[in-house]
């Protein structure tokens, strides 16, 4: 809890100050140290000052400068010692210093880092946890967050998104930032990449003008060492001010070395620390000081997180989320007159901008420490990138690699996955035959073996064709296959009216649409961006593939490859007409440069890959038992009532159930589609999720299905509800058709209510014509 937070009248104990410099000296010097106690007294008229009482005398803090000092009340002292294991009705003093003990053992670190440069595998590394190691920016779109324990500490542990820098240019540098503001982490680690220190080290320098507590991860120093360069990193680091450490992720190489000096930072007692300002040149400096001054006067208005100096850079980079930050300061207009007449200046004197100015001084001096630290090796380092992009960007082998590429994946993933998944559904048919011998007649056998078993059990026998779709959509990413596709994708993407970096999303989606949908934020393009995320849901989800699987297997046996990846290309092809059409109506070409790192190739750990694969297999697993349980629960209720009178045939109870009548009122929407009331039913219970359609018809034919015989793909043959030109329609009809719940929320949260809603009326429209193109096609064939 922030001092800030607390009520009149309310006490805590102080834990510790947070903030910079100055401020955090002076506050510190009035006595607001760990442990001593602080009572609220009143607040001003306006809320703002709060007098406080410390030490046995009164002191009149802002509200901004209370919200830096962390404390802890009697409740979260109760709280802390009840979870445990003591019971506690008024702690005493021993209870705060035990409570305040515990905290302080406790280090929150921030990963920061380039894409590429093993942050998420580092953060796997230390904390064990799953997050996906993806080879290209903008697979992580979210913090996620790990815990460890070592040398006493807990270390809660935030893996940022990758970011080049700290600017306001794209969502993840905002992102960054404002964690940096908001959650205030105790240590910085930046992961850099050590074989590519001139690139990586910029935001190092980012980073060293907001002065938190930080420590260079020297990640992948084995490739380094490979090369033949050597680093005197200890010198490196002395010059910087900053502890680096050679680690690599990977092997776990280094790891400690890396915590005890997180440690040792935390404490205070590494002497390698010290702020240093980066020399920006005589230019930019003369035009920065007067600004800086004036800062450092006005202290007092300024935000605490970062200092003074950084906030005159900044403004002198006209940031604009640093002047939204500012702009209610008292002195916000003087401050902006002084920048004004500076900026002139720098621009005139340089021919620059002084953004551009800023960076080329800050490369100059990565340029000049590495001229003292870094020799660089004889051995070429990207010779066996140099040989495979040499084939994979061909301009005549690089579009057959690809299209093979997407072909090999569908065919394994069709024709090898069929083995396992006969396997499991053989289990399930046994598992149901059983059920049905050993139980009594009644509702809740009923209950077991048409909606849990008919619902989720056929669902299930798809999960080795989910689980090899993710293991080569894993393998493309962790390895830097899929950012050389989207480098020879860029100007077919540009012709179709997108940027090039949409692809890598696109190409995401053939697994998720969410976390796709979520990769868009990568794009600068706003235009592009929001077109992207509109045309995803078109690219065919893991969700479809159990669909497919049935349908295909059932009515196109000898040609499932090839009708497989007809879905997907058509998914495709209308992705492209969309972005046609929303170029040409609604937005105008705009021409952001296509700027995307190729990194190296890296084999892919075993581990990593596996690790991937099954972390999207476990979230498969986990709609078995939640959603897709629930929803086969319910459309079984919906078929069972209402009950038959006596003499009623079963056939005719199903079509007078609930579902029934439903299935009834939709049916003429797809009847000329060739489909009848329950593929209706299955196509409705879709919309949540599309696993969700087989588990309907699961439940939908197992009245069909006798009790030797639990095949849902041989209930359906030999129902003659399908022909192969109505199964066809129902495949581009699932393919196209309203996305699921958890996209459109994807898509209101990344695009807005309006575009989601149009998402959803757009793509069923089109999925219905298409398909009735597609079934009258079909039955002239």
């Not at 779109?141 to 324990?149: C, L, M």
């Not at 066996?384 to 065919?411: C, E, N, Q, R, S």
């Not at 289990?427 to 009594?440: E, I, T, Y």
Request: glycine share 8%.
């Amino acid at each position: 809890m922030r001092l800030s937070e607390l009520k009149t009248g309310q006490s805590a104990t102080i834990l510790n100050v947070l903030g910079h410099g100055g401020f955090r000296r002076r506050i510190m010097e009035m006595g607001f140290v760990r442990g001593k106690r602080v009572d609220v007294l009143q607040n001003a008229p306006l809320r703002d000052p709060i007098k406080y009482r410390i030490m046995d005398y009164e002191v009149s803090l802002r509200r901004s400068e209370a919200a830096m000092i962390v404390v802890i009340t009697a409740e979260e002292v109760q709280q802390q010692l009840s979870v445990a294991g003591e019971t506690l009705s008024a702690p005493d003093d021993a209870d705060f210093e035990e409570a305040i003990s515990t905290r302080s053992r406790t280090i929150n670190v921030a990963l920061i880092g380039n894409p590429n440069s093993g942050k998420t595998s580092l953060f796997n590394a230390i904390s064990g946890g799953h997050e996906h190691v993806g080879n290209y920016s903008g697979v992580t779109v979210d913090a996620k967050r790990g815990e460890y324990r070592y040398g006493g500490y807990r270390f809660v542990i935030t893996d940022l998104p990758g970011t080049y820098a700290l600017s306001a240019y794209t969502p993840e540098e905002l992102y960054v930032r404002r964690h940096l503001v908001n959650d205030t982490p105790d240590v910085v680690v930046n992961a850099v990449v050590a074989s590519n220190l001139e690139r990586n080290l910029y935001l190092t320098t980012e980073l060293i003008d907001i002065d938190p507590k930080m420590v260079v991860a020297l990640n992948m120093y084995d490739e380094l060492e490979a090369s033949g360069a050597v680093l005197d990193y200890e010198h490196l680091g002395a010059m910087l001010g900053v502890p680096m450490v050679p680690v690599v992720a990977k092997t776990g190489r280094g790891l400690e070395a890396l915590l005890d000096t997180v440690i040792a930072v935390y404490e205070n007692r590494d002497p390698r620390v010290r702020h240093i300002h980066i020399n920006n040149g005589p230019v930019v400096e003369q035009a920065l000081r007067p600004l800086y001054e004036r800062l450092r006067s006005d202290r007092d208005e300024l935000p605490k997180h970062f200092p003074p100096r950084y906030f005159a850079m900044k403004l002198l980079e006209r940031d604009k989320e640093v002047e939204a930050q500012l702009a209610d300061c008292p002195h916000f207009a003087e401050w902006i007159a002084l920048r004004d007449r500076a900026v002139p200046q720098v621009e005139e004197e340089l021919g620059e901008d002084v953004e551009t100015a800023l960076a080329n001084q800050k490369y100059g001096f990565i340029s000049g420490a590495l001229k003292e630290t870094f020799t660089p090796g004889g051995k070429e380092q990207a010779q066996t990138t140099h040989i495979i992009d040499a084939f994979v960007t061909h301009k005549l082998w690089g579009f057959p690699i690809f299209f093979f590429l997407m072909w090999l994946m569908f065919y394994c993933t069709f024709n090898i996955g069929a083995y396992p998944q006969e396997w499991i559904e053989t289990l399930v048919g046994w598992l149901g035959s059983g059920l049905q011998q050993a139980m009594p007649d009644g509702a809740f056998k009923d209950l077991l073996i048409d909606g849990v078993i008919g619902g989720v059990g056929s669902v299930i026998v798809f999960l080795p064709n989910i689980i090899i779709l993710y293991l080569f959509i894993s393998f493309m990413e962790d390895s830097g296959y899929l950012a050389r596709a989207a480098f020879i994708m860029d100007r077919v993407m540009h012709r179709i009216g997108l940027h090039g970096k949409s692809f890598i999303p696109l190409v995401m989606g053939f697994g998720c649409n969410v976390p796709a949908i979520m990769a868009t934020r990568t794009i600068e393009s706003r235009s592009s961006r929001l077109i992207t995320v509109l045309i995803t849901p078109f690219m065919s989800c893991s969700a479809r593939l159990p669909i497919y699987i049935l349908f295909v297997g059932t009515f196109f046996p000898d040609h499932g490859g090839l009708v497989l990846f007809g879905l997907y290309l058509l998914g495709i092809a209308l992705a492209v007409v969309t972005a046609r059409l929303m170029r040409r109506f609604l937005y105008k070409v705009d021409e952001t440069p296509f700027v995307m790192e190729l990194p190296p190739y890296r084999m892919p750990t075993m581990r990593a890959t596996l690790s991937h694969m099954w972390d999207k297999s476990a979230q498969y697993l986990r709609k078995m038992g939640g959603l897709i349980l629930v929803a086969s629960l319910f459309v079984w209720f919906l078929s069972y009532f209402p009950r038959p009178v006596a003499g009623e045939p079963e056939i005719e109870h199903y079509e007078n159930s609930y579902l029934g009548q439903l299935g009834r009122w939709c049916e003429p929407a797809v009847e000329p589609l060739g489909l009848n009331w329950k593929a209706g039913v299955a196509i409705l219970s879709g919309v949540s999720a599309k696993e969700i359609v087989v588990s309907t018809l699961g439940v939908l034919y197992s009245q069909d299905a006798t009790a030797d015989d639990a095949s849902l793909a041989q209930t359906l043959r030999e129902s003659g509800d399908f022909t192969p030109a109505s199964a066809l329609a129902f495949l581009v009809f699932v393919l196209l058709y309203f996305p699921c719940i958890a996209t459109i929320v994807a898509v209101r949260n990344e695009a807005g209510r309006g575009w989601a809603l149009a998402s959803m009326v757009y793509s069923t429209a089109v999925a219905w014509f298409v398909a009735w193109i597609v079934y009258h096609i079909a039955l002239l064939l």
